[in-house]
């Protein structure tokens, strides 16, 4: 619990209108987009500056104050829980744009902008910033470095941490440090690849410098009817093997179209397995391109193709696909997102076996896929009014991920780890795996107080050596507990 | 740091010869030259010099042995043996290479099936994938596909202490944990061994077509070259070849066959009125040609690509007035190898001016090959960095008796 003492520390950092403490205000900020768990943090900050996120932090490192900082509180995997009684910084206050190098092809913000803001930015000088997770007009270019967050033109264009060049970071002592460089490779470890996907465990980012991208030419998007999402997926497979990269590759199957259709009337064809493929480029090379995935349709039995033909009707296209996941509650009371990965190949049989676990205990999964980069959202569906359906829905849900590990893929293409998926994480990962991440975590924040206890299965000391587990001498003694 | 007082470079040659085999584990140049077969070797080893605090310079085809700071390691760890493509599921676009593969044996197993990993290093038939992972090399192509942190999905390294450690995974898109191997792509050896890398792959560019253009000074490509980046052309490399007779810039694009004339004719125009013609592929050997050249001084520059005409067209000149011959190429993503023939003294003078001039905006230059007299008077890494108390600080909870390339890297980490 926060003190009289602390408080007044905090408010002293920040000033008065930067600081929450009110038990109804801080409710605002219990949970993130994972909303099953909620904890009150012990106060939120509001900080302006990089100044005030030091003053901060230092007081919390002062006094071994758990902080997490937040974004938009979008994220999927409860990374912006906060710690029971601890700080939350709200970075939603530092939302300058502070420079645009349309030359140098770069922008640098802070971290509280808007996802979509920046595109908006620049889109007058024919660029754009790449990373398009489905929140896009509510993210925050924080959360997004925080959990190196995707979307779905990542096929092509890659993922938040492709197109950060540098940043400059809050560490858990309150030191400011700049890592990276606007030029490519700055002598030295590529801190800046580590940090960003850290979610929130090294630092606070207070200012991110971002690489843009030329605006395409043009794009087009087809989308085409299949029978079952694994027809769908077999042209997936031909449209890679013919050498093709198609800027997006998504699948939808007839539970998450019904549910799109009902909240966006996006005017998908009501098929077994919905196809969507976006290419971009210079025009005579789409043009050439979309006759070859049109002809590999064919090849795999579409009943219904069609090509969006304005950029009205493109949008509405995305619009419904980006809806999806919120789109759900129109067809259930509630339900889980997953956010697993498999080798492309393997999404027949996934398929097949999600299919058989959730039929197994009497329970809808629908699907909505980055089928170019095999990455899976499973939304299974269930009522809370139901007792121990929650449960039965989580633990299938976890299952999921189980089988994505054991077909050579991981627990998250972009949602995070958080705290939803630790226990996963040691799934995938060995004990020695995991102790050689964690000394990077260390040599960041030796006292654990960047957003702890998330991301890893247990909490460690930081003294702890890598290698096989070995009790924590404070452990032997009882003083401290590890669990 | 010498091996420990109580073992002789015979006694410790002996039980690394346990580990990996009598004809493995050489007694040569005042040091051990050992091989081990596989990653549980590669263990070994590291446990046996961490446990005798003696330092290992791990190296695989041995082509870069000036890069950063002088090592005298008494242990040399060469990947050789670890040299198969372990796996490659081409459809799904991804491999699993062993650290000692040479660069080309690999790019020749993936072609098999029409692919490749989108980098061009330097010395591909002799550099292996885990030194040019070390250290961080890319060419040409990286304008288009991105350098080695896009391209590596994952890794299985051996940390100083011996434990074998995974990173990342084999899918293109996953946010699990740490990107270690981000950490490990660069790290030039100084926290841990990379035994295994995993990558993406894209096909194999089947229609290329490549065209240069020519000045007599570089400052004249600036306009045309921004026109060329905001345009909507899609070119796999460009680069600037300065020189000081004879300027150049190169430009290939690989697209489906009948677009080809088409971006031909967009380029001509964009570059008018500079002379336009069609070019031979030898023109990407141009990297390659410097650092195979007789050059007493070799730089990797990295500046905003914007400036990088400028930068280097004021470079040119101003060197000429102190004696100092520069042959300079740059990639439009920014990314600078520049060679130098001078004198020891004007060299280094040559490399702090340089520095001068692109600090400001956040570049850098790193002096990758240097004439020993220069040595003493220059900082290889020239790294100001105000992160370098945390590298300092990693590379101490990696490797805390500091055995692995002891301070090869940036700070005399």
């Given at each position: 619990m926060l003190s009289h003492t602390h408080i007044a520390e905090l408010r002293a950092a920040v000033g008065h209108d930067g600081l929450i403490t009110a038990p109804n205000q801080l409710q605002t900020y219990e949970c993130d987009g994972l909303t099953n768990f909620r904890v009150l943090p012990g106060a939120v900050v509001l900080p302006r500056s990089a100044a005030e996120v030091q003053a901060v932090v230092r007081v919390c490192a002062r006094h071994k104050i758990p902080f997490v900082s937040r974004g938009a509180g979008t994220g999927l995997s409860g990374g912006a829980l906060p710690a029971e009684g601890g700080v939350v910084i709200s970075l939603a206050r530092m939302n300058r744009i502070l420079e645009v190098d349309i030359a140098n092809r770069y922008v640098v913000v802070e971290p509280g902008?808007?996802?979509?803001?920046?595109?908006?930015?620049?889109?007058?000088?024919?660029?754009?910033?790449?990373?398009?997770?489905?929140?896009?007009?509510?993210?925050?270019?924080?959360?997004?470095?925080?959990?190196?967050?995707?979307?779905?033109?990542?096929?092509?264009?890659?993922?938040?941490?492709?197109?950060?060049?540098?940043?400059?970071?809050?560490?858990?002592?309150?030191?400011?440090?700049?890592?990276?460089?606007?030029?490519?490779?700055?002598?030295?470890?590529?801190?800046?690849?580590?940090?960003?996907?850290?979610?929130?465990?090294?630092?606070?980012?207070?200012?991110?410098?971002?690489?843009?991208?030329?605006?395409?030419?043009?794009?087009?998007?087809?989308?085409?009817?299949?029978?079952?999402?694994?027809?769908?997926?077999?042209?997936?497979?031909?449209?890679?093997?013919?050498?093709?990269?198609?800027?997006?590759?998504?699948?939808?199957?007839?539970?998450?179209?019904?549910?799109?259709?009902?909240?966006?009337?996006?005017?998908?064809?009501?098929?077994?397995?919905?196809?969507?493929?976006?290419?971009?480029?210079?025009?005579?090379?789409?043009?050439?391109?979309?006759?070859?995935?049109?002809?590999?349709?064919?090849?795999?039995?579409?009943?219904?193709?069609?090509?969006?033909?304005?950029?009205?009707?493109?949008?509405?296209?995305?619009?419904?696909?980006?809806?999806a996941f919120a789109a759900m509650g129109r067809i259930s009371p509630n339900y889980i997102v997953q956010d697993g990965v498999i080798p492309r190949t393997a999404l027949p049989r996934v398929l097949a076996e999600i299919e058989r676990m959730a039929a197994a205990v009497n329970l809808r999964v629908a699907n909505v896929f980055h089928a170019g980069d095999g990455n899976l959202h499973p939304l299974v569906l269930y009522d809370r009014s139901i007792e121990g359906q929650e449960e039965v829905a989580l633990d299938l849900s976890y299952r999921i991920l189980h089988l994505c590990v054991d077909n050579g893929g991981s627990i998250t293409g972009e949602h995070g780890v958080g705290k939803e998926k630790q226990e996963a994480l040691g799934y995938m990962f060995t004990e020695p795996d995991l102790a050689t991440m964690q000394l990077v975590r260390c040599a960041f924040d030796p006292e654990n107080i960047a957003n702890p206890d998330k991301v890893?299965?247990?909490?460690?000391?930081?003294?702890?050596?890598?290698?096989?587990?070995?009790?924590?001498p404070l452990e032997t003694a009882g003083v401290a507990e590890i669990f | 740091m010498s091996t420990s007082p109580v073992l002789s470079l015979e006694d410790a040659r002996l039980h690394l010869a346990s580990i990996v085999g009598e004809e493995f584990a050489d007694l040569r140049d005042n040091s051990v030259a050992v091989a081990p077969a596989d990653i549980g070797q590669i263990a070994e080893t590291l446990r046996f010099a961490y446990d005798n605090q003696i330092a290992v310079t791990p190296g695989g085809g041995g082509t870069k042995p000036g890069w950063g700071n002088p090592v005298a390691a008494p242990i040399r760890l060469s990947t050789r043996r670890l040299r198969s493509v372990r796996e490659h599921s081409w459809h799904d676009m991804t491999c699993s290479v062993e650290a000692g593969a040479t660069w080309s044996a690999m790019q020749a197993e993936l072609a098999r099936h029409g692919q490749m990993v989108a980098l061009d290093p330097l010395w591909p038939d002799h550099a292996t994938v885990g030194g040019i992972?070390?250290?961080?090399?890319?060419?040409?192509?990286?304008?288009?596909?991105?350098?080695?942190?896009?391209?590596?999905?994952?890794?299985?390294?051996?940390?100083?202490?011996?434990?074998?450690?995974?990173?990342?995974?084999?899918?293109?898109?996953?946010?699990?944990?740490?990107?270690?191997?981000?950490?490990?792509?660069?790290?030039?050896?100084?926290?841990?061994?990379?035994?295994?890398?995993?990558?993406?792959?894209h096909p194999i560019e089947e229609h290329t077509r490549t065209w240069s253009v020519t000045a007599t000074d570089a400052a004249q490509f600036s306009p045309p070259l921004r026109a060329l980046l905001d345009s909507q052309i899609v070119p796999s490399c460009v680069q600037v070849r300065v020189e000081r007779e004879q300027c150049a810039v190169d430009i290939r694009i690989a697209a489906v066959p009948h677009c080809l004339d088409e971006h031909a004719d967009r380029l001509e125009k964009i570059f008018a009125p500079l002379n336009f013609t069609a070019s031979a592929e030898e023109v990407w050997q141009a990297r390659q040609q410097l650092f195979d050249g007789d050059y007493a001084v070799l730089l990797k520059a990295s500046l905003l690509p914007a400036t990088i005409c400028t930068v280097l067209s004021e470079l040119l000149q101003r060197a000429a007035c102190n004696g100092v011959e520069i042959h300079a190429l740059a990639q439009a993503n920014g990314l600078a190898t520049i060679a130098l023939t001078a004198a020891a003294e004007p060299a280094a003078a040559c490399v702090e001016d340089l520095r001068a001039a692109v600090r400001g905006s956040g570049g850098s230059v790193v002096a990758l090959q240097l004439p020993d007299e220069v040595r003493g008077r220059l900082d290889v890494w020239g790294c100001d960095s105000d992160a370098l108390p945390l590298m300092r600080e990693i590379k101490r909870r990696f490797d805390s008796r500091q055995i692995l390339n002891p301070g090869r890297f940036v700070g005399n980490i």
């Open positions: 902008v808007i996802n979509a803001h920046v595109t908006q930015r620049v889109a007058p000088s024919g660029y754009f910033y790449a990373p398009d997770p489905s929140s896009q007009s509510v993210c925050t270019i924080g959360g997004n470095v925080a959990e190196n967050s995707g979307g779905a033109h990542c096929l092509k264009y890659g993922f938040t941490v492709t197109h950060t060049l540098a940043l400059e970071v809050v560490l858990p002592n309150g030191e400011l440090v700049n890592l990276g460089s606007a030029t490519l490779d700055a002598p030295g470890y590529d801190l800046t690849g580590v940090f960003v996907g850290s979610e929130g465990t090294l630092g606070v980012a207070t200012r991110i410098t971002l690489r843009i991208v030329k605006r395409p030419e043009v794009v087009q998007t087809l989308l085409a009817a299949f029978g079952s999402p694994q027809a769908a997926g077999q042209t997936v497979s031909d449209i890679i093997a013919a050498g093709m990269l198609p800027s997006a590759l998504e699948i939808m199957d007839a539970l998450s179209i019904e549910a799109a259709e009902a909240a966006v009337h996006a005017h998908y064809p009501m098929c077994g397995g919905l196809l969507l493929v976006e290419l971009d480029g210079p025009a005579s090379e789409v043009e050439t391109l979309m006759r070859e995935v049109r002809a590999l349709s064919e090849k795999n039995g579409a009943t219904e193709i069609r090509v969006a033909q304005s950029d009205e009707e493109r949008m509405l296209v995305w619009k419904g696909r980006k809806a890893f299965p247990r909490p460690r000391l930081c003294a702890e050596k890598p290698g096989p587990y070995t009790p924590h | 992972a070390a250290v961080n090399d890319s060419g040409a192509l990286r304008l288009r596909y991105g350098g080695l942190r896009d391209l590596i999905l994952g890794m299985t390294i051996v940390l100083a202490d011996g434990t074998i450690a995974k990173t990342g995974g084999k899918v293109v898109k996953n946010v699990a944990g740490y990107d270690l191997h981000k950490l490990m792509t660069g790290s030039f050896g100084t926290l841990g061994v990379i035994a295994e890398v995993n990558f993406r792959l």
